[in-house]
């Protein structure tokens, strides 16, 4: 595997506005000043996997041999409807209720 | 003047109940006493389920007198509050989850109640299982009962402190990176990690997946085989738990550990490492060398680099898990006016600091471009640290060492310091990154009294041996009768 893109332990508090976006997380500007320096130090420990030579190393991403494991499709006992919403914030005639997902 | 009750292992409690002496309701009572007592100070339980507890207890000693018994039936244990149980408030140490009521039980712990077991209540944590000290819970910090002014370690500290202060004759805790074996160090109890697979984590909050396993913390190691007796093997619900036999643990503990081999890595005994720690668990490996171990120098070389490992692969992982908490189904909504703006101020508002860092360290590791040198990368070195320990495992029976490079330290003492809390785990984290089982067992105290704990390690499926020879050393010694002092 070929590393195209050079590591930058350096974050910029742009780049953490940016992550905490994908991740949809509202920061304060406080939280994106603590965390601009925290996982810069994080990631620059993190860097230290770049020293070890992996060429040929397939990856683990879990450490089974198990893979696709199936079970017969068959129907079973499930949650009934008001288990399940039992704890939504919201809802509405058996439904959870969200918010408009398109503007108008 | 007979013991208190609370006082008792859980093999003590079934002889005391089978042989009728008390009953599950004295017992479970003795314990509900012994929380108001003491967990004032100690601080373990978010929740008690009194009521619940003494319907049990009346439920278990009913079954006795209709000559009914269980391998649990009428023990009273604490469980961490990252695994749901119905209808019992289920927070994982967070605000995000405050008053949420799972509308179903946990396979590992529905298995203890169904062998009898009676749950005391949910005891605190690291907020989603994300710490080494508890200082990350959404709610308050536990404290260690051996000295209250330091942590009782993490993420399952709640649970390690309740066995540790003798308000509950056991606990599960879940461990990611070391977060059973940590705090059982750090709390002086017994605390067992299970291999990858062995115990199902159905209903078991995710943090990160390929790591997860629940695993029983208890007072000595014969208890803690009873409890994974319990808890271990397949599960329809979890596809990752193994449809493979489960040994009867209890039936080999008691055999000689004469000529295992034990390989003594010499990557863990670093520069930094506290000397009384080091100097602990020299002497154990010695004590089981005079049991009959051959002990044999190994190397680990890509010990150094599971920490970085673990907190791409972990983060990265819980990154996605943690997704689900978005205001819609269940736990808090900030109720904002627009979908997205629901999404950022729900999780901004209802996640604490550490659970938003990995939050944003695993979405960093995960997003485009940097995909391939962060999370590509740890998982081939996760290959080579995996590979490391197969090598060793064709040489050894078991791997011994520290559980932590100092033992419990004080509160506030590295919460400004994330880097520096990580590197608490550094003796733990591999075995999650290559999946086998571990076990932290009482083997000294330091100049200040606290505990220390000694770590075996086993393969893939190897706790039967790993639980022997635990026994064997803990037997031959007195570590574990040691218990905590609290007024």
């Known amino acids: ?104 | 003047m007979p013991k208190p009750l609370y006082e008792l292992t859980i093999h003590e409690a079934l002889a005391g109940l089978r042989a009728g002496e008390f009953s599950a309701v004295a017992l479970t009572q003795a314990l509900l006493d012994r929380i108001d007592a003491v967990d004032s100070q100690v601080k373990a339980y978010l929740t008690v389920t009194r009521e619940q507890a003494l319907e049990g207890a009346r439920n278990a000693d009913a079954r006795r007198a209709r000559g009914e018994d269980a391998p649990l039936l009428g023990v009273p244990l604490a469980i961490k509050d990252v695994l749901a149980t119905e209808g019992i408030e289920t927070t994982c140490g967070s605000q995000i989850l405050k008053g949420f009521k799972p509308p179903y039980t946990a396979t590992a712990v529905k298995r203890l109640e169904t062998a009898g077991a009676i749950i005391l209540g949910k005891v605190n944590c690291d907020e989603f299982a994300m710490g080494s000290s508890n200082e990350n819970s959404g709610y308050f910090v536990t404290h260690n009962p051996w000295d209250l002014d330091r942590v009782p370690g993490g993420s399952s500290g709640g649970s390690a402190a309740a066995v540790a202060a003798q308000a509950a004759l056991g606990a599960l805790g879940t461990d990611t990176g070391g977060s059973v074996r940590l705090p059982a160090s750090f709390c002086g109890i017994v605390g067992l990690k299970p291999s990858y697979g062995r115990v199902s984590r159905y209903g078991l909050a995710a943090y990160g997946s390929s790591l997860d396993q629940i695993g029983p913390m208890t007072k000595n190691v014969r208890d803690a085989a009873l409890l994974l007796q319990v808890m271990a093997g397949h599960d329809p619900l979890d596809s990752t738990t193994l449809d493979v036999p489960v040994p009867d643990y209890s039936a080999t503990l008691t055999s000689s550990i004469a000529g295992l081999r034990i390989g003594l890595p010499q990557e863990y005994f670093i520069a930094g490492i506290q000397p009384e720690v080091e100097q602990a668990v020299r002497a154990a490996v010695q004590q089981l060398a005079s049991l009959g171990a051959e002990i044999v120098p190994v190397s680990l070389p890509n010990t150094d680099k599971a920490l970085p490992v673990y907190y791409v692969v972990a983060t990265a992982e819980a990154s996605a898990n943690l997704a689900r908490y978005d205001g819609v189904r269940f736990g808090f909504s900030a109720q904002a006016a627009s979908m997205f703006d629901n999404y950022r101020q729900t999780r901004g508002q209802g996640f604490g600091p550490e659970v938003k860092r990995r939050i944003m360290l695993g979405t960093y590791a995960l997003s485009a471009g940097y995909y391939d040198a962060y999370y590509g990368k740890a998982q081939q070195v996760r290959t080579l640290i995996k590979q490391d320990f197969e090598q060793v495992f064709a040489q050894v029976d078991l791997i011994a060492c520290p559980i932590s490079p100092t033992t419990a330290f004080r509160i506030g003492e590295k919460t400004d310091d994330p880097l520096a809390m990580y590197l608490t785990d550094v003796f733990t984290i591999s075995l999650n990154v290559a999946g086998i089982c571990g076990i932290s067992i009482p083997c000294g105290f330091d100049n200040n009294g606290l505990p220390i704990g000694l770590q075996l390690v086993g393969p893939h499926l190897g706790e039967e041996t790993l639980l022997r020879a635990a026994y064997a050393y803990e037997q031959s010694t007195t570590w574990h009768q040691n218990r905590a002092e609290l007024k």
């Open chain 1, 1 to 104: 595997m070929k590393l195209t893109t050079k590591l930058i332990t350096k974050l910029t508090t742009e780049e953490v506005r940016h992550v905490a976006e994908l991740a949809k997380l509202s920061l304060t500007e406080e939280e994106i000043a603590q965390y601009t320096e925290q996982l810069s130090a994080i990631l620059d420990y993190a860097a230290r996997l770049q020293e070890v030579d992996t060429s040929g190393v397939p990856p683990t991403p879990y450490v089974l041999p198990l893979s696709n494991v199936m079970r017969a499709d068959e129907a079973a006992p499930s949650l009934s409807n008001a288990a399940a919403l039992a704890n939504a914030p919201d809802s509405d005639n058996g439904f959870f209720r969200v918010r408009a997902v398109f503007e108008e």
